[in-house]
């Protein structure tokens, strides 16, 4: 175990964090302008965790405190307090654990409400009447626009990848249509769901997804990218929509966004969603896979679609 | 021929105008959200047409008047003044052909100019310090988007399909880079033109042109998504870019835009351009097809890419 240098700590992790998102770091080169690859043979650093200082050579941080930061999958760390880490989302913080467990400031409280929040409010430009199609609904990004969509007043469509979670959508989230993508052709599926159409829609997933929206899109909508897990385990390159012109036709913005990107609207966040989980009004689930050694099978599962809310492995 | 109504004059038409996108509308259907489709049997109409008036009904129009008006492609046309055509460009108009010749208020001073200077502007959100590639830069839109560009001080690529038409752009236009994509793979010969990355993309192609810009746009990149002609004459609808994750990783902005949304903007952008044209600083090339019998053969080498400028035709 090192010691800490001057400005660093120890820290003991207790949980870090699974994303779909990973799966693109896990090449030989990321996409261009994304996090860069993980090297072979070093642990998978510069992923969000959560943790308690062990030791402190840093100001402002003490033995004990619960902290976030970006060291990633592995049992301790020494951690340099202010170097920045995933755009500042997972740069050295303490927690307030009286507000919320620890856990939650890799979720709701963490990157995937930061993204949910900003991708929904400021990407998308929710506007008053949109209607709202949230795919993969039922996952950690998109289970938070869904219901940050609704408690905004709008009519919001979810799709996910079984009946148990469009029975999630649909009963516990109180979404107003809901749909499983394997049911049928995308594009039937969509427009039962909304037959007049649709504003906005929150892209996760990419690729048939992605072109259904674009087909069902009223004039001027926005699609806020978020991300595409459809494609991250492709063996090769997936060919976009065949149906692009009607981005031209109907005047629509297609705007990709990194949360890490909205880091200044960190704190309102956490405020805003956080009050609202507190009062029940926000629900949110956790899919928790106990043990470091398993978070290789976790993000495997998390690619199959085999997990609801956000996906932790606990490391203590 | 008809007389004219209440609040109607009869036109003869002398202009009219062949754009790439009417090939959208000789279909069962046009796509979603654009103008209709051309009905079987009957004339071409919504499409911007000038004419001089030979008989008027109507307040504010005199015989001997020039006008533009939306009737399309026939030799006379009785038109209502104030009904709204084609999004407002090509509602009936009294055209200054002091200041340009009439048949200019089809291309520069007209649609092709307002698209430009939208897109550009507007659409595309233009910035300092941005580097610029318009494709179909020899084209009527892209000449005046590639130019525009040039006028406020950016770095412009342009890009067109035959050596001729890339002396034109480099010798003619002054741009400071062009390239025949014709003549190896897209990324690369924008690469080269390009070596740093692009920050505005203005896409009058689609198809394997907004797959390179993807490749090429710096973080926050901005795309004016205009056309795409490489796909209008396909007997089959052609697939998406496959590196669409790039507008997640690099945050890129696509914007479909129609110049008709932006008809607020016409008069500033005749009295704009309408200066730089008289000034000499900015060049515009027609090439013009005598006989409306011709206008079917105008259109079909406008798709081949066999024009320079704005395609029209002289009716008389």
Not at 37 to 49: D, K, N, Q, V, W
Not at 155 to 179: M, N, P, Q
Not at 248 to 267: I, M
Not at 290 to 306: F, Q
Request: hydrophobic content about 45%.
């Amino acid at each position: 175990m090192p010691d800490p240098g001057a400005g660093e700590v120890l820290v003991r992790n207790m949980w870090t964090s699974v994303d779909p998102a990973l799966r693109l770091r896990l090449r030989e080169r990321a996409p261009r302008g994304y996090f860069a690859a993980f090297a072979l043979g070093e642990p998978m650093a510069g992923i969000s965790t959560v943790g308690e200082v062990v030791a402190s050579r840093a100001p402002g941080f003490a033995p004990g405190d619960v902290v976030r930061h970006g060291a990633g999958w592995c049992d301790y760390a020494v951690v340099r307090a202010g170097a920045e880490s995933l755009g500042g989302i997972a740069t050295l913080t303490r927690l307030d654990v009286d507000a919320a467990p620890p856990e939650a400031y890799l979720g709701a409280l963490g990157a995937s409400g930061l993204t949910a929040y900003a991708g929904l409010f400021h990407v998308a430009e929710l506007r008053e009447g949109d209607i709202v199609w949230v795919s993969a609904a039922a996952g950690s990004v998109g289970s938070l626009v869904a219901q940050l969509a609704k408690l905004r007043g709008h009519r919001v469509i979810g799709s996910a990848g079984s009946d148990e979670k469009v029975r999630y959508l649909l009963g516990t989230l109180g979404l107003d249509a809901a749909f499983n993508y394997k049911h049928g052709a995308l594009s039937e599926l969509l427009g039962a769901a909304a037959p007049d159409g649709i504003d906005v829609y929150f892209d996760n997933v990419g690729g048939d997804h992605l072109e259904a929206a674009l087909g069902a899109l009223r004039k001027r909508g926005r699609i806020a990218m978020c991300g595409s897990i459809s494609e991250y385990d492709a063996p090769e390159p997936v060919p976009g929509p065949s149906n692009l012109f009607l981005v031209v036709a109907n005047e629509l913005t297609l705007r990709g966004f990194r949360g890490s990107s909205y880091v200044a609207l960190l704190d309102e966040m956490v405020r805003e969603v956080g009050g609202w989980l507190r009062g029940g009004r926000i629900r949110y689930e956790q899919t928790v896979v106990d043990g470091l050694e398993n978070a290789p099978e976790a993000l495997a599962r998390l690619l199959r679609g085999d997990a609801t809310g956000k996906m932790l492995v606990r490391i203590v």
